[in-house]
């Protein structure tokens, strides 16, 4: 969930089934990488750029990912309005891109191979590639590498991958990770955006860029529990001005059968509650970035699962994997 979860939120409930039997070459998505968030940067032919922030918490719907209405004016896009569910949605065709250089087109939408318009400014960017549109795909997130690859539908986890079952529901991905032996569920969000203050920026070492960076979220709840019962986990009451303010420090964490540590969560009272109503089963907060970093994360949505090879600083939870070795 990046600065703004837009409108576009309402509309990603009436998302269209895609056809996983599409067939698709693995490829290199044209990607900058700022501060741990992934930016899709497409050349359109007519010498524009796109800005497309890689948000598997974020908006959309049918399909489609959403620029905003400037965006779609300098693309020199023509919009018309299309029927998705109960909504009325404005969209436009898609621009054409330079060759090498473009996005993949929607699986399916019942508008046709269309982006999403989005009328309210976005301090993001020009849009996202959200939750509307990666589903039916397998997306690799290579943290070390900085790169964002598509991959074929026959891909398969190197041996030492690490698998995770996700719950999926309305395009939003959950996973179950373990914080001092509890199980919480999380959003996987690959945009959760931090803006640290002075003192967060001190205590956690997050990187920023425009003074932006990437955090995990978790409920107000949870964090009553944690310092409770763990009175010495270091806590900066004004920590972020985004959607802050307290930060908790966790020593470890467990994803995918993988211990990363320590991990800075931004407290948040509104995400888990919000976001429940959209995915599989109630959430108590979100994952983002700074526990991805750690890995090259896999997001397979047509098997519901999630795979993570280590890159740095993670260690096995336990000695047995939840993933046999394969070869791609």
């Keep these: 969930m990046a600065l703004a979860f837009t409108a576009m939120m309402a509309a990603g409930l009436a998302v269209v089934p895609p056809n996983p039997s599409t067939a698709q070459a693995s490829r290199a998505i044209p990607t900058v990488y700022e501060a741990g968030h992934f930016y899709a940067v497409p050349d359109a032919v007519n010498g524009q750029k796109l800005r497309l922030l890689v948000d598997t918490g974020g908006g959309g719907g049918g399909g489609m990912y959403w620029i905003t209405a400037e965006a779609a004016k300098r693309l020199g896009l023509s919009t018309r309005s299309c029927k998705l569910g ?9 621009p054409n891109f330079k060759v090498g250089r473009g ?65 999926l529901a309305n395009g939003f991905a959950r996973i179950t990770i373990q914080v001092a032996g509890e199980p919480i569920q999380m959003l996987v969000d690959t945009g959760a955006t931090s803006h640290p203050t002075p003192a967060g920026e001190k205590a956690s070492h997050t990187p920023t860029v425009g003074g932006y960076g990437v955090t995990s979220y978790i409920d107000q709840s949870v964090f009553a529990r944690w310092h409770q019962a763990h009175p ?21 964490v467990v994803v995918a059968s993988w211990a990363v540590g320590p991990v800075w969560f931004t407290v948040q009272s509104r995400i888990a509650a919000y976001m429940s109503q959209y995915t599989d089963v109630p959430i108590q907060g979100a994952l983002g970035g700074n526990v991805f970093r750690h890995f090259v994360m896999t997001v397979d949505y047509p098997h519901s699962a999630a795979y993570f090879q280590c890159a740095s600083d993670c260690k096995p939870a336990s000695h047995q994997r939840l993933s046999k070795a394969k070869s791609k």
């Design 86 to 94: 109960e909504s009325l949605l404005t969209v436009a065709d898609l």
């Design 103 to 167: 996005l993949p087109p929607p699986m399916s939408s019942s508008c046709g191979k269309a982006l999403m318009i989005q009328s309210v400014p976005y301090q993001g960017g020009d849009g996202q590639l959200g939750a509307g549109y990666m589903p039916g795909r397998v997306w690799t997130f290579d943290y070390p590498a900085h790169q964002l690859l598509l991959r074929r539908p026959s891909w398969q986890p190197d041996s030492g991958v690490h698998a995770a079952k996700l719950g």
């Design 232 to 252: 010495t986990w270091r806590v900066v009451p004004k920590g972020d001005d985004l959607y802050g303010p307290k930060l908790i420090e966790v020593p470890k």
